[in-house]
């Protein structure tokens, strides 16, 4: 990592992992992502920082990081060990069978860790990697887009420069920390001004400085909680001109570190906590989101508070970035999916400016100058933003950190919301044919746009209901009876910003001779539901199935934190969607089903791409 984010680096990302091969064979792995031009240098780098290790081996530092992140993170799945979902169980079972790997259960492994971890040396680790670096049964591959006028480097090539990497000077690695706290000044900070406590459990803070605190407190998971603050505004308020750099500001400053740390040594910094903050600037709001365990809540919100004040920007971040991006666009359009979405983007933001697909022009008008002034603006002002916070929650131990970092934000108090970019999916009728690519494949995507109540929790669930009895009818046709297909997905999407709106989209792959006839079948299936109402029985399943996905669904910090979020944003009752989701699933029957039908899969107002392989000469 630390080599990639050098000027001119010889690779653009770089990974060594050791694990599973193919059963029952484990291996070694360098691997790394390069110019097209650079295969040589980047081996080479990769190697040499192979053969350094092999040389002089990892650091005492570097260990100490490790080993307080092995035991800080084994002490987490501890704590939290009654409530681990069946799936933890079942990956654990399965590599108990296939792998052999024991199942002493979490109590003893924990135990285990506090006993060994600690006593584990640097020159025990050092013989392990230079055990795994080894000339012999050494598979190099190198794979690259096939394109004219790309040559890649001969066998001969690529072992010349592992030849030559064992006769280079090197020098041991230097282990560089900045010393640093995280945050050198204690904001002041501001008092909570007003508190209520509103059905669900839920507290609510005003605080000084005008920000809106919400806290809910579960019991999903022992040590972890979740948070999300926004504000309203987001890259609508970007002029024309400066909105490139604002859509790409928190992917260059989030990654360009925060406050005294790059982003290489806020990863050191951080060893050992569990606390992750990541800014977001979004098309209609921005703000912050994250996560910590219960013991590492403070450098949470000394995190959230230097995302805010202490932004930086990183010229060799964005170099690497820019070099990353312009080659991935270089080879964005091999991929005939490509022109596939590219066209049914196109139709459904009815060619938005801001929503056409990034090309190497457009990465020429990003400027991480501006999208620094961007950001800085965005979070300048902290006095419209509500946060919500979710999980193993302690009122008094919140409250303190609460006023102090989140009481601390700038607050200007300016009058601002989101604008309307006039951002809709078109009416009426669309069909569009993407030739591309030699597989004898096509895909085909359908969609049904239109107004949407999205207030309504029935009509939410009512729409989700009716595309799950239509993937199911259409399933059985396509796959089971017509043989013409493996898979059909449909899914409903509902939106409220900027107005209220749905799209209900059905997308399968078949054979491109088959391809209308599919077409028409799913056609058929969609008259069939709005002539008569489904059976009572398929009825039922989708609806235990809805409950259950419910059941379990907001059994999980995020999941919860997400529906209250957007409840706050939308500025309607805290939870009651939540609450009346259950009510509004069992009241879903066939008739019900069909009304659905009938008014959200209009046939007057729908879209239609098809991809089908290039046609030959």
Same mark, same amino acid.
């Given at each position: 990592?630390?080599?990639?984010?050098?000027?001119?680096?010889?690779? /653009?990302?770089?990974?060594?992992?050791?694990?599973?091969?193919?059963?029952?064979?484990?291996?070694? #792995?360098?691997?790394?992502?390069?110019? !097209?031009?650079?295969? !040589?240098?980047?081996?080479?780098? /990769?190697?040499?920082?192979?053969?350094?290790?092999?040389?002089?081996?990892? %650091?005492?530092?570097?260990?100490?990081?490790?080993?307080?992140?092995?035991?800080?993170?084994?002490?987490?799945?501890?704590?939290?060990?009654?409530?681990?979902?069946?799936?933890?169980?079942?990956?654990?079972?399965?590599?108990?069978?296939?792998?052999?790997?024991?199942?002493?259960?979490?109590?003893?492994?924990?135990?285990?860790? +506090?006993?060994?971890?600690?006593?584990?040396?640097?020159?025990?680790?050092?013989?392990?990697? *230079?055990?795994?670096?080894? =000339?012999?049964?050494?598979?190099?591959?190198?794979?690259?887009?096939?394109?004219?006028?790309?040559?890649?480097?001969?066998?001969?090539?690529?072992?010349?420069?592992?030849?030559?990497?064992?006769?280079? !000077?090197?020098?041991?690695?230097?282990?560089?920390?900045?010393?640093?706290?995280?945050?050198?000044?204690?904001?002041?900070?501001?008092?909570?001004?007003?508190?209520?406590?509103?059905?669900?459990?839920?507290?609510?803070?005003?605080? &000084?400085?005008?920000?809106?605190?919400?806290?809910?407190? %579960?019991?999903?998971?022992?040590? *972890?909680?979740? #948070?999300?603050?926004?504000?309203?505004?987001?890259?609508?308020?970007?002029?024309?001109?400066?909105?490139?750099? $604002?859509?790409?500001?928190?992917?260059?400053?989030?990654?360009?570190?925060?406050?005294?740390?790059?982003?290489?040594?806020?990863?050191?910094?951080?060893?050992?906590?569990?606390?992750?903050?990541?800014?977001?600037?979004?098309?209609?709001?921005?703000?912050?989101?994250?996560?910590?365990?219960?013991?590492? /809540?403070?450098?949470?919100? +000394?995190?959230?508070?230097?995302? #805010?004040?202490?932004?930086?920007?990183?010229?060799?971040?964005?170099?690497?970035?820019? $070099? +990353?991006?312009? *080659?991935?666009?270089?080879?964005?359009?091999?991929?005939?999916?490509?022109?596939?979405?590219? $066209?049914?983007?196109?139709?459904?933001?009815?060619?938005?400016?801001?929503?056409?697909?990034? %090309?190497?022009?457009?990465?020429?008008?990003? =400027?991480?100058?501006?999208?620094?002034?961007?950001?800085?603006?965005?979070?300048?002002?902290?006095?419209?933003?509500?946060?919500?916070?979710?999980?193993?929650?302690?009122?008094?131990?919140?409250?303190?950190?609460?006023?102090?970092?989140?009481?601390?934000?700038?607050?200007?108090?300016?009058?601002?919301?989101?604008?309307?970019?006039?951002?809709?999916?078109?009416?009426?009728?669309?069909?569009?044919?993407?030739?591309?690519?030699?597989?004898?494949?096509?895909?085909?995507?359908?969609?049904?746009?239109?107004?949407?109540?999205?207030?309504?929790?029935? !009509?939410?669930?009512?729409?989700?209901?009716?595309?799950?009895?239509?993937?199911?009818?259409?399933? =059985?046709?396509?796959?089971?009876?017509?043989?013409?297909?493996?898979?059909?997905?449909?899914?409903?999407?509902?939106?409220?910003?900027?107005?209220?709106?749905?799209?209900?989209?059905?997308?399968?792959?078949? =054979?491109?001779?088959?391809?209308?006839?599919?077409?028409?079948?799913?056609?058929?299936?969609?008259?069939?539901?709005?002539?008569?109402?489904?059976?009572?029985?398929?009825?039922?399943?989708?609806?235990?199935?809805?409950?259950?996905? #419910?059941?379990?669904?907001?059994?999980?910090?995020? &999941?919860?934190?997400?529906? /209250?979020?957007?409840?706050?944003?939308?500025?309607?009752?805290?939870?009651?969607?939540?609450?009346?989701?259950?009510?509004? $699933?069992?009241?879903?029957?066939?008739?019900?089903?069909?009304?659905?039908? +009938?008014?959200?899969?209009?046939?007057?107002?729908?879209?239609?791409?098809?991809?089908?392989?290039?046609?030959?000469?």
């Amino acid at each position: 990592a630390e080599i990639a984010r050098e000027p001119n680096p010889p690779f /653009l990302q770089g990974s060594s992992s050791q694990g599973q091969l193919i059963r029952p064979l484990a291996a070694y #792995f360098l691997s790394a992502s390069v110019l !097209e031009t650079g295969v !040589e240098r980047g081996l080479e780098s /990769l190697f040499t920082e192979a053969e350094r290790v092999e040389r002089y081996g990892f %650091t005492e530092s570097e260990l100490a990081r490790q080993k307080t992140n092995l035991l800080r993170g084994m002490e987490r799945s501890y704590t939290n060990r009654e409530n681990r979902d069946s799936g933890a169980f079942a990956r654990e079972y399965t590599r108990a069978f296939l792998n052999g790997e024991s199942i002493p259960g979490i109590e003893y492994e924990y135990a285990l860790y +506090q006993r060994f971890v600690p006593e584990i040396s640097i020159d025990e680790v050092n013989r392990i990697g *230079q055990n795994w670096i080894r =000339d012999a049964n050494r598979v190099v591959v190198v794979a690259a887009p096939e394109k004219e006028g790309l040559v890649m480097p001969s066998e001969a090539d690529l072992a010349a420069v592992l030849t030559a990497v064992d006769d280079v !000077e090197i020098t041991a690695y230097v282990d560089t920390v900045n010393d640093a706290p995280l945050l050198a000044a204690i904001p002041d900070g501001s008092e909570i001004v007003a508190t209520r406590t509103i059905e669900g459990d839920i507290t609510e803070w005003d605080l &000084a400085n005008g920000i809106r605190v919400v806290l809910k407190p %579960t019991d999903f998971d022992e040590d *972890q909680v979740q #948070f999300r603050g926004s504000s309203p505004g987001g890259t609508s308020l970007a002029t024309d001109e400066d909105y490139i750099a $604002a859509s790409t500001a928190t992917t260059l400053i989030s990654n360009s570190g925060v406050g005294a740390f790059n982003a290489i040594d806020l990863d050191k910094v951080l060893a050992g906590k569990l606390a992750n903050v990541r800014p977001f600037i979004s098309t209609y709001d921005e703000g912050i989101t994250g996560n910590a365990s219960t013991a590492d /809540l403070e450098t949470m919100f +000394q995190l959230i508070y230097l995302r #805010f004040t202490a932004p930086r920007a990183d010229d060799t971040l964005y170099e690497l970035w820019e $070099a +990353q991006t312009r *080659q991935a666009l270089a080879n964005r359009d091999s991929n005939p999916a490509t022109a596939f979405n590219d $066209a049914y983007n196109r139709i459904v933001t009815q060619d938005h400016p801001r929503q056409r697909p990034p %090309t190497v022009a457009i990465l020429d008008q990003t =400027d991480l100058y501006k999208s620094l002034s961007f950001y800085e603006d965005r979070f300048s002002d902290a006095s419209d933003y509500t946060f919500v916070f979710v999980g193993k929650i302690d009122v008094e131990v919140m409250r303190p950190l609460v006023e102090r970092y989140l009481g601390g934000l700038p607050s200007t108090g300016r009058d601002e919301t989101w604008r309307d970019i006039g951002l809709r999916a078109p009416s009426g009728v669309f069909t569009e044919t993407v030739y591309g690519g030699i597989e004898p494949r096509s895909q085909t995507r359908i969609a049904f746009t239109g107004p949407f109540d999205y207030g309504n929790q029935a !009509e939410r669930t009512g729409i989700r209901a009716m595309a799950m009895v239509l993937e199911t009818r259409l399933r =059985d046709r396509m796959r089971e009876e017509l043989g013409g297909t493996y898979s059909i997905n449909v899914g409903a999407n509902m939106n409220w910003q900027p107005v209220e709106s749905y799209t209900l989209s059905i997308a399968f792959g078949s =054979d491109p001779d088959r391809s209308d006839e599919l077409v028409q079948a799913v056609f058929d299936g969609i008259e069939d539901l709005k002539s008569a109402p489904p059976d009572d029985a398929l009825v039922s399943d989708i609806r235990q199935a809805l409950l259950r996905s #419910f059941e379990t669904g907001f059994q999980d910090n995020r &999941a919860l934190l997400g529906q /209250l979020a957007n409840d706050y944003q939308r500025g309607v009752t805290p939870g009651a969607s939540i609450r009346s989701y259950p009510a509004s $699933a069992e009241a879903l029957s066939p008739a019900s089903i069909q009304e659905d039908a +009938q008014q959200y899969l209009n046939l007057e107002n729908q879209i239609r791409v098809t991809l089908m392989p290039e046609l030959q000469p």
